[in-house]
C-alpha cells in the first residue's frame, strides 16, 4: 500500500509502446516481492503527453517509466530533475514526491549495473573506454564512465560533428572510424552504442582482432540477445555483456522508488526476458 492507502499504480509511457519490456520485467519483481501494485502500458501521443504526466497523480499513478519518443519531452516537462537527469537532457524514470513530478535518467545506472554483473571488476583499472555512437544513449554510456573514472574515453560515430559535439560537451576524445584499428589497441572497453547489429539493421562491421586479450565488449542492442559484435568477442575468448543486462538493471531505481523495494536482477528474470526477446524474433 502506498501512504495514500491505495495499491500503487505504475505505467510505462510511450508511443507506441505495446513493444516494451517494462511490464514483464515490473510485474515479475511485484510478484515476487508480494506488493500488491500494478504497472501498466501508457499509449501517450506526443500532443497529448505534457497533459498526461502533468495529471500523473490524478490519473492515480505514483510514478512510470518513460520510452521513445518521449524522453526529452518529459526532461522538459519535470519540476525537478537528479544530477544525471540534469548532465543527460533526457528523462526515463518520474515519480511524484512532495507534490512534485521528479525526473531520472537510469539508463547510465542500468549499464554500470549490466557491466558490475556480468563483467566483475571490469573498472578496477578503467583506462581507456571506447564508445561507438554519439545518440541519446551514447551520451548515458559516457556519463556512466565518467561516474567510474574511465581514464579516457574516445567516442566514434558515422556522422563526426554528433561526436565532436558530444566529445566536447563531455570533455571526451573523438576518433575517426579509419582509425578504430589503432584506438582497439589500448582500449579496456569496448562498447556499441548504435543501432548497428540490431534485427533489421546492418551488421556492425569492425575488425576486433586489435582489442587486447583483457578486454571487454559491451553491446547495447539485445535484439538479437547476442549481435555479431559479442559472438566475435566471444569467439576471441573476451569477456561480453549483452544489452540485456542494461534493461533490466535500468528498471531497479523506478521500481524502488515506486514501490519502496530495491528488486534484484536475477537469472530468474534474465531468463525471462531472454525467453520473450527470443519469442518475438
Ligand atoms: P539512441 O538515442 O538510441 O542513441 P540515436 O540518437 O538515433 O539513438 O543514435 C543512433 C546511433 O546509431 C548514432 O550514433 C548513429 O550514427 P549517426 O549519428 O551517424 O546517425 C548510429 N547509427 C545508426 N545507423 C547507423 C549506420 N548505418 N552506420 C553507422 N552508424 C549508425
Given at each position: 500500500?502506498?501512504?495514500t492507502?491505495k495499491t500503487?499504480k505504475a505505467?510505462?509511457?510511450?508511443?507506441?509502446?505495446?513493444h516494451?519490456r517494462?511490464?514483464l520485467i515490473?510485474?515479475?519483481?511485484?510478484?515476487?516481492?508480494?506488493?500488491?501494485g500494478t504497472?501498466?502500458?501508457?499509449a501517450v501521443t506526443p500532443?497529448?503527453?505534457p497533459?498526461?504526466v502533468?495529471g500523473?497523480a490524478?490519473h492515480g499513478?505514483?510514478g512510470?517509466?518513460?520510452?521513445l519518443?518521449h524522453?526529452?519531452m518529459?526532461?522538459?516537462?519535470?519540476?525537478a530533475?537528479?544530477?544525471?537527469?540534469?548532465?543527460?537532457?533526457?528523462v526515463?524514470?518520474?515519480?511524484?514526491?512532495?507534490?512534485?513530478?521528479?525526473?531520472?535518467?537510469?539508463d547510465?545506472?542500468g549499464?554500470?549495473?549490466?557491466l558490475?554483473?556480468d563483467?566483475?571488476k571490469?573498472?578496477?583499472?578503467?583506462g581507456t573506454?571506447?564508445?561507438?555512437g554519439?545518440?541519446g544513449?551514447?551520451?548515458?554510456?559516457v556519463h556512466?564512465?565518467?561516474?567510474r573514472?574511465?581514464?579516457r574515453i574516445?567516442?566514434?560515430?558515422r556522422?563526426?560533428?554528433?561526436?565532436?559535439?558530444?566529445?566536447?560537451?563531455?570533455?571526451?576524445?573523438?576518433v575517426d572510424f579509419?582509425?578504430?584499428?589503432g584506438?582497439m589497441?589500448?582500449a579496456?572497453l569496448?562498447v556499441n552504442?548504435?543501432?548497428?547489429?540490431?534485427?533489421?539493421?546492418p551488421?556492425?562491421?569492425?575488425?576486433?582482432?586489435?582489442l587486447?586479450?583483457?578486454?571487454?565488449?559491451s553491446d547495447?542492442?539485445y535484439?538479437?540477445?547476442e549481435?555479431p559484435?559479442?559472438?566475435?568477442a566471444?569467439?576471441?575468448?573476451?569477456r561480453?555483456?549483452s544489452?540485456i543486462g542494461?534493461?533490466l538493471?535500468q528498471a531497479?531505481?523506478g521500481f524502488?522508488?515506486w514501490?519502496?523495494a530495491t528488486?534484484?536482477v536475477?537469472a530468474?528474470l534474465?531468463?525471462?526476458?531472454?525467453?520473450?526477446?527470443?519469442?518475438?524474433?
Amino acid at each position: 500500500m502506498s501512504s495514500t492507502g491505495k495499491t500503487p499504480k505504475a505505467c510505462v509511457i510511450g508511443w507506441p509502446v505495446a513493444h516494451s519490456r517494462s511490464p514483464l520485467i515490473h510485474r515479475f519483481w511485484l510478484e515476487r516481492l508480494r506488493i500488491a501494485g500494478t504497472y501498466e502500458l501508457a499509449a501517450v501521443t506526443p500532443a497529448d503527453f505534457p497533459d498526461f504526466v502533468r495529471g500523473l497523480a490524478q490519473h492515480g499513478f505514483v510514478g512510470g517509466n518513460v520510452t521513445l519518443p518521449h524522453k526529452q519531452m518529459a526532461f522538459a516537462s519535470c519540476d525537478a530533475l537528479t544530477e544525471t537527469a540534469a548532465r543527460l537532457k533526457a528523462v526515463n524514470t518520474l515519480w511524484i514526491e512532495a507534490g512534485k513530478l521528479w525526473g531520472d535518467n537510469t539508463d547510465a545506472a542500468g549499464f554500470l549495473g549490466a557491466l558490475d554483473q556480468d563483467a566483475p571488476k571490469w573498472d578496477a583499472d578503467p583506462g581507456t573506454a571506447l564508445v561507438l555512437g554519439a545518440g541519446g544513449a551514447a551520451r548515458a554510456i559516457v556519463h556512466a564512465l565518467q561516474l567510474r573514472k574511465t581514464k579516457r574515453i574516445l567516442l566514434s560515430n558515422r556522422t563526426r560533428a554528433r561526436a565532436i559535439a558530444l566529445a566536447s560537451e563531455f570533455g571526451v576524445e573523438v576518433v575517426d572510424f579509419g582509425d578504430l584499428p589503432g584506438a582497439m589497441e589500448g582500449a579496456a572497453l569496448l562498447v556499441n552504442t548504435t543501432s548497428l547489429g540490431m534485427r533489421g539493421q546492418p551488421p556492425l562491421t569492425i575488425d576486433i582482432t586489435p582489442l587486447p586479450a583483457s578486454a571487454v565488449v559491451s553491446d547495447i542492442v539485445y535484439v538479437p540477445l547476442e549481435t555479431p559484435l559479442l559472438e566475435a568477442a566471444r569467439a576471441r575468448g573476451l569477456r561480453t555483456v549483452s544489452g540485456i543486462g542494461m534493461l533490466l538493471h535500468q528498471a531497479v531505481p523506478g521500481f524502488t522508488r515506486w514501490f519502496g523495494a530495491t528488486p534484484s536482477v536475477t537469472a530468474e528474470l534474465r531468463g525471462l526476458a531472454e525467453a520473450d526477446i527470443r519469442a518475438a524474433a
